[in-house]
């Protein structure tokens, strides 16, 4: 296995997509923690929010306060036309919502943001709306979006109940559109598990044959503002997350 310290500038793959079993998982909350631990690590790292629907109007300009709050983590200050360079009001779907405002959403320009970004940063963490089967336009989801990047995933998922099937599930259908799982992480990990929360997660790494990355207690409500994104990324940081997502790519460079 590659040295998980290594130049990430030397990786076959300059970013990760962050994902989801579903909305509301807490991608963005993980994706924000992870992205705190690795600048931690003196990691070069960028963030991007391609798309954001159920945007509000701030001084008569969408804003994308997922966005906001993953630059806040990495440190960057980059143009938001770079970090979410598409950003709609209605809570929906990317394809719905750009629909609803007469409009279509350009997957080029997403390529060349990115690539700009990459430009930037020794790596990018890319974090999806909803799931991969979401579409962005037509009949083109964001895994098709994965693809054309050319990024592994990270998949976040829940700690309760119904947490096995869903996941596999997105696993399933990652790999049956060939993309590269790097691993899950378990958002919303309890003090005290009940018996499903307890083995929902070797269950899922038995039968998927993807590793479990980390378990994280409920990241939820953190805001530029406060002190929830430095609890996100203690959180993160004693979870193993980041080492092991390192580990995982840096491996990838001796396949």
């Known amino acids: 296995m590659s040295d998980p310290n290594s130049n990430p500038a030397t990786w076959p793959r300059r970013g990760v997509m962050i994902t989801g079993t579903d909305t509301g998982v807490g991608k963005t909350l993980v994706a924000g923690a992870l992205a705190g631990a690795l600048r931690g690590r003196g990691v070069g790292v960028g963030v991007m929010k391609p798309i954001a629907t159920g945007a509000p109007r701030v001084g008569g300009v969408l804003v994308s306060e997922d966005a906001r709050f993953l630059q806040a983590a990495a440190g960057t200050a980059d ?3 770079l970090v979410c360079p598409f950003r709609f009001t209605a809570p929906a779907a990317p394809a719905t919502a750009a629909e609803a405002e007469g409009k279509e959403i350009p997957i080029l320009e997403i390529l060349e943001r990115f690539e700009e970004l990459c430009t930037r940063h020794e790596l990018v963490l ?7 089967a979401v579409p962005i336009q ?5 895994a098709d979006l994965t693809l054309d990047l050319e990024l592994p995933l990270l998949v976040v998922a829940r700690a309760g109940l119904g947490t096995i099937n869903h996941t596999l599930l997105t696993l399933h259908y990652a790999k049956s559109h ?3 799982v790097l691993g899950v992480v378990i958002n919303g990990y309890p003090d005290t598990p009940d018996l499903a929360e307890r083995t929902a997660p070797d269950v899922i790494e038995r039968v998927s044959g993807v590793p479990i990355l980390g378990r994280l207690p409920l990241l939820e409500g953190a805001d530029v503002n406060d002190n929830a994104l430095a609890a996100a990324v203690s959180a993160m940081e004693q979870s193993g997350v980041p080492n092991r997502l390192l580990e995982h790519l840096a491996a990838l460079t001796s396949e």
């Open 79 to 81: 143009a938001d036309e």
């Open 126 to 132: 890319v974090e999806g709306a909803g799931g991969l």
């Open 138 to 142: 037509g009949k083109y989801l964001f």
């Open 178 to 180: 060939g993309l590269e």
